[in-house]
């Protein structure tokens, strides 16, 4: 259903002249709805879709990833590594910030520093990447050399989600990457908030900030210094619109030209409307949920034992075989999604070839909580944000449901992600859920960041809240991403991959697709990655 939905929505949408349209869209200004409204400005503040997405339009990377997120240069032209540990960057000559300023090296440096010691950011959200770097040297203004601290076999992919800023932006004496002596920053490092108000959101993208109203709209103009070709907008304002149904009202009503994720039974309603078309693109992003496993107490939990029942496997394991995720697929996700068994898509690079199913049983789900010694039960909080994933508090109500009819009597506690995020970060929660998109396209992006032990660096398990732990997965994962070779590593990889889903610390639903919705006068490209970004939409000539 879900393969045959895709092809009929990518191959079967037709785009139709704008003459059709009651309001047209120009190529002033391009109206997109949002349904998960950027927190920041800032580049660096939490590594999140929505934020990464618009970040993308003021901001670039030393790399890029196109719609099935291929590797492409961007401020960096070429780069080689050494087969060990050293990489060397050449840099895009003839780049100018928004404000005119040069772009060299030193901006580089600067922004690596800056992820290091930004005080405002969520998870330490980038300096798992810049934790890494034993020495960062700028030998002339073109020329960048990396030299990590571990081998990274995918760091030019890590290195283009980190967008680059204008040194400019404050005072500084000689830039070096040495962080235990501030890197030469003698002013004070910027937090978040000096982004939002545009002075400081100084980048090289095709846009600039023009202004950001929390909660109201967002609204770019054409950065005309852009290195690149020219956007045909001249304009661009995101509007956050949190509920599906007023996201499609609002581009029937001719509001909005793009609209992201509509709701999949919608689509319908302009299926066979010559005014709009849609687009419906598979994604990497598993929606999945994260249990305490680590603690003795878990703070929503209540056993009669005065237990954690989340530290057993067999509860963990019964939990799983409680939810019936074809029907939250069809059901809830109107086809447009995929059961996962593992936690990136099947066929991409070191998953398993053929993961066991992950199956709807009830029956066996009782059983193993009789074995744990909760044969009637116990209550639990599911924890989920409400603005989001595709669903995400309708997904979580339903697991609910599952779960108390084999006697996990639950209950479930939604919220905003703005107030999610940060509780979940400090560990206030006992089941969480997540939707993780992995921005290499390969195995090693959720089992590197969630299951891993936190090292000391940073740069594995920032996201390991529910505490797992297994030896085991642990001496695989690090040799894994350390691996230079390709096949040695898809080899590590689907090792720690076997060893992770037996122990269900980590409970995967399914994979979201991306949706989006757009006037006939517009084309709009999807990405895997599910970047909504105005680069994607062109209007129709």
């Known amino acids: 259903m879900y393969k045959k939905m895709l092809v009929a929505s990518l191959l079967g949408t037709t785009l139709l002249s704008s003459a059709l349209l009651s309001s047209a869209a120009s190529a002033d200004t391009l109206r997109i709805a949002l349904g998960s409204e950027p927190t920041a400005i800032d580049p660096h503040y939490h590594d999140l879709t929505p934020n990464n997405a618009l970040a993308a339009h003021i901001f670039e990377g030393l790399t890029r990833q196109d719609e099935q997120q291929k590797l492409h240069p961007a401020l960096a032209t070429s780069w080689e590594n050494d087969g060990k540990n050293t990489w060397t960057f050449k840099l895009r000559e003839g780049v100018t910030f928004s404000d005119g300023s040069p772009f060299s090296a030193d901006d580089v440096v600067f922004t690596f520093c800056r992820t290091l010691k930004n005080e405002t950011a969520i998870a330490g959200s980038f300096a798992d990447i810049t934790a890494n770097f034993e020495s960062v040297e700028a030998p002339d203004a073109q020329t960048l050399v990396i030299k990590t601290k571990a081998p990274e076999p995918l760091l030019p992919t890590f290195i283009g989600t980190v967008g680059i800023l204008s040194s400019s932006i404050i005072k500084h004496d000689k830039i070096s990457f040495a962080p235990e002596q501030n890197c030469g920053v003698t002013g004070a490092w910027p937090v978040v908030g000096d982004f939002n108000d545009g002075k400081l959101a100084i980048g090289t993208g095709p846009y600039k900030l023009k202004s950001y109203v929390r909660g109201s709209a967002i609204d770019l103009d054409r950065n005309d210094k852009y290195w690149g070709d020219a956007e045909p907008w001249e304009s661009v304002r995101f509007l956050p619109v949190p509920n599906a149904g007023p996201r499609l009202a609002g ?10 994720n509509p709701a999949a039974r919608d689509l319908s309603r302009i299926k066979d409307d010559k005014r709009f078309g849609y687009v419906i693109t598979p994604s990497t992003r598993v929606i999945y949920y994260q249990l305490d496993v680590a603690r003795d107490e878990s703070p929503y939990v209540k056993a009669a034992d005065g237990k954690n029942p989340l530290k057993d496997v067999r509860v963990r394991e019964a939990m799983s075989l409680a939810i019936d995720r074809n029907a939250i697929v069809a059901r809830l996700m109107d086809g447009a999604a995929q059961p996962a068994y593992q936690f990136l898509p099947t066929g991409m690079f070191g998953t398993l070839p053929n993961p066991p199913e992950l199956r709807y049983d009830p029956a066996a789900a009782k059983k193993l909580l009789a074995e744990a010694g909760y044969p ?5 909080t599911l924890s989920t944000t409400n603005d989001r994933y595709i669903n995400d508090s309708q997904i979580t109500q339903a697991v609910a449901q599952y779960l108390t009819q084999v006697g996990i009597k639950s209950d479930v506690d939604a ?7 940060p509780r979940r970060s400090k560990k206030e929660l006992s089941v969480a859920i997540g939707g993780w998109g992995s921005t290499s396209g390969e195995a ?12 000391e660096e940073g740069t594995l398990g920032g996201s390991n809240y529910g505490g797992y732990s297994n030896p085991a997965y642990d001496k695989l994962i690090y040799e894994a991403v350390a691996t230079m070779d390709d096949n040695k590593r898809s080899e590590l990889l689907q090792q720690a991959q076997t060893e992770v889903m037996k122990d269900y610390a980590f409970i ?18 999807g990405r895997s990655d599910q970047f909504t970004m105005a680069m994607s939409a062109k209007p129709v000539k």
């Open 251 to 260: 581009l029937l009503a001719g509001d909005y030209d793009v609209i992201e």
């Open 376 to 380: 009637d039960g116990f209550q639990l």
């Open 415 to 421: 919220m905003t992600r703005a107030i999610y995020f």
């Open 444 to 455: 090693s992006s959720f089992l590197r960041q969630w299951p891993a032990k936190p090292n």
């Open 508 to 525: 995967p639903l399914h994979f979201e697709a991306g949706v989006w919705a757009y006037k006939a006068n517009v084309t709009y490209t």
